[in-house]
């Protein structure tokens, strides 16, 4: 029974999922469907992992994962919004610069800089045969920078390149590495909201499965009979015959939870070398609207730790809400400052791009996922001296009894929540030796 994969042969298999996020859930569920005992383990007290929805304003806004990455059905979480019936609403905003100090730069300009930006991409190749093999993002963009035309303000370019590729993968430009950057894939059709916030989607995916909320996982041991957990709560340890870890990288990196034996030498090094991104959020709700609807602006400022990315999202939250976000070095930078400080420095930027002082805002949240325990970082960036065989390495099973998944282990679609579905659908499809589809995820248990 169960083809060729690890449960071949095990009596009465039961597989024990570490965490209850994106990966998690669905191997979780795709595990059940086809008639296996699954236990999810949880250390927070809800669902979700870095998909975390809370309402601002009475609408579900997400201080995690917020877009769905391509709509197109090639991309197993649209297929399975779709076949789940969620509706999303396509985020077709138009991108404008705004320099502090300056007000905002005119669209023909700003074009240049989007220009040089795919220009950019585009060297990539060539930039990686001109530089050493560890070179960074920011060494590429240096030696990229001395082919501009001259009549481009150059520190425009580098604060709108920076401010791209930061977003775009969260590590600081000067730790990311040009080897690795755009490696990954994308799907097509836009960018869009989940209509009640991402939540939905974990919640569809844990109906029916046997959770277990609050429950800190401290120690695994693993050998030929089958698997033990361990909790940080000192209460009685579970069995099973197999487990899978979903825990977020940035846990893996802080060894709190132990693995006896101990993980082999390339596991652990691979995921040394792998790295953690800051990227933090900040919703705020107001009493009426104070930036253009459908626009998201690119904040271009000296300061080291602004928020960067605005975009007024009143579309979306049916009421005038403002989504704001920091990532790689000014979010590494933003980490010492208060919530309040954070929220004064925000309103000063908003008032001066809306042009005079804006009303006070009726709610605002920040995230903190550097600090989190259950998260350590936001999501897995490739810094310099990370290799391509490191995301494999991480998601290789020891033993046949010990799995990894989560979006540090997906290769092409890390740092995302359709990566973090395809690597936990792939954990699943090697326990039972058989191919799975969006189709089974979707079927009721
Ligand atoms: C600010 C931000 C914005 C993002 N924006 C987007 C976006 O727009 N679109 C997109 O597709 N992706 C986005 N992402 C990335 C996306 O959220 C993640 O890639 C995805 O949710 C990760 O899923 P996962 O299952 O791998 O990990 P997680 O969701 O982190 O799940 C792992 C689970 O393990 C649990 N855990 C940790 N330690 C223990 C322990 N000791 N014992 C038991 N359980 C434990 C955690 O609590 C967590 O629930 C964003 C992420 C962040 C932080």
Known sequence: MHGSGFLKGVKRPKVIVIGAGAAGLTAARLLQQQGIRVLVLEARDRIGGRIHSRKVGGVAMDLGATWLHGT????????????????????NSNERLFHSGHGFIPKAEAKCYFSAF???NQSLEHLREQLPKHASVSDAMERFFKKLPANLNRERAHFVLKALLEDAYGGSITKQSLKQCDED?????GEAFIQGGFKKVAKSLAEGLHIRLGQVVSQIYYDAEGVRVHFSSGQSPVNGTHVLVTVPLGVLKSNTIKFRPKLPAKKREAIENLGVAYFEKAILSFPERVLKDNQVIYY??????????LESVEKYAGAPTIIAFSAGQ?????????????RDRLLEIISEIHGSKVPKPSQVLFS??????????SFTFLPTG??????KRLAKSVDKRLLFAGEACSRDYYGTVHGAMISGAQAAERLLGQKLTVKNLAKKL
């Open 386 to 391: 990370s290799q391509r065989r490191d995301q």
């Open 118 to 120: 795919k220009a950019f």
């Open 368 to 377: 903190d996922w550097a600090t989190d325990p259950f998260s350590k970082g």
């Open 300 to 309: 271009l400022s000296e300061k080291g730790d602004d928020f960067t990315y």
């Open 185 to 189: 894939e994308e799907y097509k059709g």
């Open 330 to 342: 000014n979010a590494k930078n933003q980490r010492k400052i208060s919530d309040s400080k954070k």
């Open 72 to 91: 197109d059905l090639e991309n197993p979480l649209a297929e399975y919004l779709s076949l789940s019936s969620q509706s999303t609403l396509l985020d």
